[in-house]
């Protein structure tokens, strides 16, 4: 009898991860060992589970799974991740792949996208999201005339989309545990690279390049149908 893959899922959205539990865990050849909602969390699952595969949120309270994925590789891991997430540009794509990623699939995707992706990272192969907006993924910064975002670091970038998920400076603050100080240093060096004026330039330049963690609203480019995220993260029939 095949062994069944062992999953984590990292997510920390009781919803969410729930909704995941119910897709995954016997099914497909999966077998959950173990939710974390926090890195802190999904470090020492990883440790004690020695799960084939992680589902991983891009964006937690207490950081970025960039960071896990840096962890796996240090540590010569075996271990493959996927990456679920809402943010749909290219720069936050390319890093989590070049950080180690074997899958990144967003949150608007149907089930089954996510399980072809966990397929693939299961033989060594990726699957990077058709939706992801900006330049394809691994070529060059700036070489789809985004010239600019390449000056942020992984941190201004971070915090970029924090605003414009419509974050004020003290709530970033919080969820990246640094002080509404730093954040304010952030958006000042964000203004000077990218030659802004203000937060409302931020936000329309950021919007332009596909920044964000939320799909373009209906007349912004075509409509768009609604997908609520339950139905989504219901295995398909």
């Known amino acids: 009898m095949e062994r069944k893959r062992k999953v984590l899922i990292v997510e920390d959205d009781a919803f969410v991860s729930d909704a995941l539990v119910e897709l995954l865990d016997g099914v497909h050849g999966c077998e959950v060992v173990g939710v974390a909602a926090t ?27 960039i960071e896990l994925l840096r962890d ?13 997430t809402g943010a749909r540009d290219a720069f936050a794509a ?23 992706a966990i397929e ?3 033989r060594g192969q990726r699957y990077v999201s058709p939706h992801v ?11 789809d005339g985004s010239i600019g975002l390449e000056k942020l ?46 937060a409302v330039d931020l936000i329309r330049f950021a919007t332009v390049h596909g920044i964000g963690l939320a799909a373009p609203a209906a007349g912004n480019g075509g409509p768009t149908e609604p997908e609520p995220r339950a139905r989504r993260l219901t295995p398909p029939s």
Request: charged share 30%; net charge positive; glycine share 6%.
């Open 39 to 65: 890195l802190r969390e999904a470090r020492r699952l990883m440790l004690e589970q020695g799960p084939d595969i992680v589902v991983a949120d891009l964006f937690l309270d207490d950081g970025n799974s």
């Open 120 to 122: 693939k990272a299961s």
């Open 72 to 84: 796996i590789r240090e540590r010569r891991l075996a271990t493959r991740v996927v990456v679920l």
């Open 153 to 198: 670091s992984r941190r201004e970038l971070e915090v970029l989309r924090q605003i414009v998920a419509g974050h004020t400076s003290a709530e970033i603050a919080r969820r990246l545990c640094i002080s509404t100080k730093t954040i304010d240093t952030h958006r000042s060096n964000m203004y000077r690279k990218l030659s802004l004026r203000n």
């Open 94 to 116: 390319d890093e989590a792949l070049a950080a180690g990623a074997f899958g990144y699939v967003l949150k608007r995707q149907p089930a089954r996208d996510l399980l072809v």
């Open 133 to 143: 907006v900006g330049r394809p993924a691994g070529s060059p910064p700036g070489s």
